[in-house]
């Protein structure tokens, strides 16, 4: 039975409307017989859905002695598989073409009540405005392991298999266990029989009936709830019996209140044999029984902390903020350091006392330990953090605890927006116009941000998007909605907290710096900053653009450059520590290799990395400036868990002057003792292909000169450039965020970009060059056939790299008109004139185009 998700979207600027699909999560009364589940298996919902984009539900009937509810994860057999899959609803009737007994009755099931009738909901409208499977939308949304696969197994049965076995077969079963006697367990997966013997069927088959084989199923074991034994005292009066031992023990439990996990009473008492707590048992003191233990991050505890008194500015936001109690949009635009968070923080009290629940989004919590530690130092315990890089336990009990609608605060990145709080009373945004909030590697490409509108009006609750440089599309959403709908805010926190000046800008042209025979890396006014740092007992930040960006080495005799053998981009220098090897990388697909010490080309001895990359930095630094001590914060630095944490404490420790890094340095960091921010070069980011650069230019250098003077001290900002007129470096200079955005909002007005137009980007990619580029010319033209007039249809035309990983890679560029329809032809076409050596992938609304 098919369901049908009509597929066209629609848009006019500033509000975003998703057809409603037409199935939904039907909860009935009653308890059937028959449940229809959505079956963990993408490509064959691909190639059953030929008229238009749908999913498709197989009919499974419930054994008597379980109870299924829709929204259940369930495991049910499907071909020689057992799959999981999504009960969707109860069903009192077949489709035509099957027959009572060809149902069969589900496996098992694996999690119940995962999701409630509006959160369901959401998941379709990200499938129906991603283009992607539903089932793919579900996996994203729920923790992993989930929807993990049993795989049908065969082996020998090694004793009843008799000499020269094969001879007594026919040619598929001979060389099937040909195939199983080379391997060493005599064990191998159906599917991979299948693929490598023609009339493999028949074979095992052949091969069972003659009990020489046996198959079976093999389950990866499924993330499921931890139990553990706690003991619990259950006597009042301590009997006059006990050892001392024994009395200790039950004096600890009294004072801990009646109740610990065995495992923590142990480590208290410092002993790791439980003999005492057993005999405590048998004497009838205590009962131990195992419960679930949930697993959750622990973050260090934090002093309990009480509201700041706000700034009249900061009352005024929250003033309006607490009147909301409907769906709402507000844009916080507060300038570094005026104080969002503590208008978050005193946002969200009163709704816990309410019993409601919050949600925190933000751009990486790595980068972030400061500000959950200042929520839990607010809210304590009620605070929990869910991202990607817990571990697959966290992330299920994390998920569990939040069902039964315990009022609390879940402060997470962008998938945690799939959170399933039962009692949302607000979604925070902070950073909003960070582009982590994206998705861009796999399907879905969901923005968190349109997400989050979406969930807003399903729950009813308001949203804040909070920022010091609001993204165009939010500022264009509130200001254009400001006064013709009552549900937009914009809120302005124009001056930062204690009347503290945003700090001076200054623009370095290192033209000039070169032309007075000045060759290092840094300035002479950023080198007289860095000289009295040490004096006035002060810190500095040094932000150099993106690891990677310029450290290519090329031949100075004769100019050739390292490139990588699989990608079209140069290699970067890697130089990790004294006496290390000298390494070339590529960023794109990890290549390594030994720095040659002369040029490949013309075997020149001045074959060198040039560019300041954070270890160029930070080894001039140490050459120019010895009595600097500076820490490394970069992807290289902190790769292993914590160590975010770690170097940030150390810095505000006073351990290091200087911090030296990339990107990771501009979110949120909020250290009184920093005074300078140096800027080693913001070239890199000026001049990037894409219709974003100048936006994120701004972005970056507004925070991260926002890191500077934000303690009683104030601060500077030294920027080095080689184009100091640029209007961007202009803005940055004067804070004007205004200024930025009228000179930028009319070029993309002009050009149809974003948030005026609307883009989907077309990604094809191939080991085949012509292919790629074949199939890009036919899915243009197609394009071009059905897509109508208010769509520009740009491309087919080769990635700005063109080649990553020894794929060849094409993108079309479809961009809409604004207030153009936005219909997507059917993706079935596309997949027909795609063949299986190219994939294709499309990204709505993309962020990067390159
Ligand atoms: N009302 C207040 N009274 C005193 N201190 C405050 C008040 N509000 C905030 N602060 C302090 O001011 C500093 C800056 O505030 P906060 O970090 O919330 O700013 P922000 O706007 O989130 O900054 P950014 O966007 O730059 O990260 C923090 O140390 C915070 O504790
Ligand atoms: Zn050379
Ligand atoms: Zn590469």
Not at 118 to 131: H, I, W
Not at 335 to 353: D, F, H, M, N, R
Not at 828 to 845: A, G, R, T
Request: charged residues 25%; aromatic residues 10%; proline residues 5%.
């Amino acid at each position: 039975m098919l369901e049908n998700v009509s597929n066209y979207m629609s848009m006019s600027s500033g509000s975003l409307l998703v057809a409603q699909p037409r199935s939904s999560y039907i909860v009935e009364p009653s308890s059937p017989q028959w449940i229809e589940v959505l079956v963990d298996c993408p490509n064959i919902q691909e190639l059953d859905n030929k008229e238009d984009k749908s999913y498709k539900l197989y009919t499974y009937s419930i054994p008597c002695d379980f109870k299924v509810t829709p929204g259940d994860i369930v495991s049910v057999p499907f071909g020689t598989q057992i799959l999981r899959g999504v009960v969707i609803r109860y069903t009192y009737s077949f489709p035509d073409h099957i027959s009572y007994n060809q149902v069969k009755n589900i496996y098992d099931v694996i999690a119940s009540g995962f999701f409630t009738t509006t959160y369901f909901k959401l998941l379709e409208k990200v499938s129906s405005y991603y283009c992607t499977d539903l089932i793919t939308v579900i996996k994203a949304a729920l923790p992993p392991g989930l929807f993990t696969k049993s795989q049908r197994r065969i082996r020998l049965r090694q004793d009843n298999i008799p000499p020269g076995a094969e001879m007594f077969c026919r040619t598929a079963a001979a060389k099937i266990l040909s195939l199983l006697q080379q391997q060493k367990d005599g064990d191998y997966s159906v599917k991979y029989i299948q693929r490598e013997v023609t009339g493999a069927r028949q074979g095992i088959q052949e091969l069972t009936k003659k009990r020489w084989i046996e198959s079976y199923l093999k389950t990866t074991r499924k993330t499921q709830a931890k139990k553990q034994k706690i003991v619990t005292l259950i006597v009042e009066q301590f009997p006059h019996d006990l050892t001392s031992k024994q009395l200790e023990f039950l004096q600890v439990l009294r004072r801990k209140g009646g109740e610990l996990w065995l495992t923590d009473l142990l480590d208290v008492l410092e002993t790791k044999s439980d003999s005492v707590v057993k005999a405590l048992a048998k004497k009838e003191c205590v009962v131990i029984k195992y419960r679930e233990r949930l697993r959750f991050l622990e973050n260090p505890k934090q002093k309990q902390e009480q509201n700041k008194v706000l700034t009249p500015q900061q009352n005024e936001a929250l003033k309006i903020i607490n009147s909301l109690e409907n769906y709402s949009e507000i844009l916080l635009h507060g300038v570094t350091g005026s104080g969002k968070t503590e208008v978050y923080l005193q946002a969200i009290s009163p709704l816990l006392e309410q019993g409601k629940s919050a949600l925190i989004l933000v751009p990486e919590i790595a980068l972030t330990p400061q500000l959950t530690d200042r929520f839990r130092a607010r809210f304590g315990d009620k605070v929990y953090v869910y991202h990607s890089n817990l571990s697959k336990g966290e992330r299920y009990d994390t998920w569990r605890q939040m069902l039964p609608g315990e009022p609390q605060v879940i402060i997470g990145t962008r998938s945690a927006i799939f959170a399933p709080l039962p009692n949302l009373g607000l979604i925070i945004l902070d950073e909003e116009h960070d582009s982590s909030f994206k998705q861009t590697q796999v399907s879905p490409t969901y923005n968190a941000k349109t997400v989050a509108k979406w969930r807003g009006e399903l729950e009813n609750c308001p949203i804040i998007f909070g920022s010091a440089t609001p993204s165009l599309e939010s500022w264009i959403s509130v200001k254009s909605s400001q006064y013709s709908s009552s549900n937009s805010y914009y809120l302005s926190l124009p001056e930062r907290i204690g009347f503290r000046p945003l700090p001076p800008v200054k623009i370095v042209d290192m033209r000039e710096e070169l032309k007075q025979g000045n060759r290092s890396v840094f300035s002479r006014p950023l080198q007289e900053a860095l000289r009295n740092l040490k004096e006035k007992n002060q810190q500095g930040i040094l932000f150099i653009n993106r690891r990677g960006y310029s450290t290519f080495v090329s031949c100075r005799s004769c100019g050739y450059v390292m490139e990588c053998p699989d990608c079209d981009v140069s290699l970067s220098y890697h130089y990790t520590h004294e006496g290390a090897t000298e390494l070339l990388r590529c960023h794109y697909c990890n290549h390594t290799q030994i720095q040659p010490s002369n040029c490949p080309e013309c075997n020149s001895p001045y074959f060198k990395f040039f560019g300041s990359g954070t270890q160029k930095v930070t080894q001039a630094l140490k050459q120019e400036f010895p009595e600097l001590k500076s820490l490394r914060f970069d992807s290289d630095t902190t790769r292993t868990k914590g160590s975010h944490r770690r170097l940030l404490e150390e810095f505000s420790r006073g351990e290091a002057d200087i911090l030296v890094g990339t990107q990771m340095l501009t979110k949120g960091l909020d250290l009184a003792q920093v005074t300078l921010v140096g800027v080693v070069s913001a070239d890199g980011l000026l001049y990037l292909s894409d219709y974003r650069a100048a936006e994120r230019a701004f972005q970056t250098l507004t925070q991260v000169a926002g890191r500077a003077g934000r303690g009683d001290e104030p601060g500077q900002v030294i920027i080095q450039t080689y184009s100091p007129e640029n209007s961007v470096i202009q803005a940055v200079k004067n804070h004007d965020y205004y200024r930025f955005i009228e000179e930028e909002l009319p070029r993309r007005e002009e050009l149809n970009f974003p948030p005026y137009g609307r883009l989907i980007l077309v990604q094809l990619s191939s080991l085949d060059a012509i292919e790629v580029q074949n199939t890009a010319q036919q899915l243009g033209n197609y394009f071009h056939e059905t897509i109508g007039l208010d769509c520009e249809i740009l491309g087919p035309a080769p990635a700005s790299i063109m080649r990553v990983a020894k794929r060849y890679r094409w993108q079309i560029l479809l961009k809409f008109l604004p207030d153009a329809r936005v219909i997507i032809p059917e993706m079935e076409n596309w997949h027909k004139l795609c063949p299986n050596s190219v994939s294709l992938k499309i990204d709505i609304d993309p962020l990067h185009i390159n």
